[in-house]
């Protein structure tokens, strides 16, 4: 198992062989008081966006004072292609934070709040602020815990017609869409770009409704099932991106 994972933004480390850094606040409270890590243990240090160093506890001081020393040079990830983002159509409850978190584990770029016409939930003036905080916080938290160093980018929310912008810009352009009598073909059998930009768009509890699936043809999309049976929208977004990731060879 890779060391664990710790955010410093911005990744500003001494030029010199063997320099020091502090992680404190929140990073150094979870290092300390959580992960409980003891001097010679292994740590990353990242800004999330794909910038990396690896270094060594020196020491764990009070309840959020990290000391890393043994600093290596800043290593950066290069960008995965092809690179997949995910539309997601607004989930009731917590489901919403759900998806963003198992998304982010298997490996999704970039995700996007949409506000589908049959979304029940509504992202409106200060609640909006607060649900976008809730899943960019939760992309943070589930980049760290599953050892990533570029995070998923969580866009604003999105209106029906700039999903449509999105994926006319695509390499591929895929909606997934429940309506089987639609004529979608299995996501399995779809042809995928070895590079650029995947969009995948997951609607809502109710499905996608017919005058979107028409913006979303008209944009240059076509419609996919994952199989025989229909998943919640929480996990349909995760289903279909571990398929691609599997299949791009991203997961090889």
């Known amino acids: 198992m890779t060391a664990p994972v710790f955010v410093l933004d911005p990744l500003v480390v001494p030029d010199f062989s063997g320099g020091e850094v502090v992680l404190d606040g929140p990073e150094g409270r979870h290092a300390v008081s959580v992960k409980r890590l003891q001097p010679g243990e292994d740590v ?5 966006r794909g910038r990396w160093i690896e270094g ?3 020491a764990a001081e009070g309840k959020d004072r990290l000391v890393v020393t043994d600093l290596e040079s800043v290593h950066e990830e290069p960008l995965p292609q092809p690179r997949i983002t995910v539309v997601q159509a607004l989930p009731k ?12 584990e298997v490996g999704v770029d970039a995700i996007v709040p949409w506000q589908a016409a049959r979304c029940v939930t509504q992202w409106r ?3 909006g602020l607060k649900s976008l905080a809730k899943w960019r916080g939760t992309a943070r938290e589930a980049g760290k815990q599953s050892r990533r160093v570029r995070f998923p980018e969580v866009a604003d929310a999105a209106s029906t017609k700039q ?12 909606v997934l869409h429940s309506d089987f009598e639609h004529g979608s073909t299995p996501l399995a059998t779809a042809d995928l770009p070895a590079t650029g930009e995947i969009v995948l768009v997951v609607g ?3 499905g996608v409704a017919r005058d979107e699936v028409a913006l979303f043809e008209e944009a240059g999309a076509k419609t996919y099932t994952l199989g025989p049976s229909v998943m919640r929208t929480s996990t349909a977004g995760t289903a279909a991106a571990a398929l691609l990731l599997g299949r791009t060879g991203r997961w090889s």
Request: avoid cysteine; proline fraction near 3%.
């Open 56 to 58: 060594v506890v020196r």
């Open 93 to 104: 409850g917590d489901r919403g934070e759900v998806a963003v978190e198992t998304m982010t």
């Open 163 to 174: 999903v449509a912008a999105l994926l006319a810009k695509a390499d591929l352009a895929a």
């Open 125 to 127: 003036g200060e609640r």
């Open 204 to 206: 809502p509890e109710g």
């Open 44 to 48: 990353i240090l990242t800004d999330g």
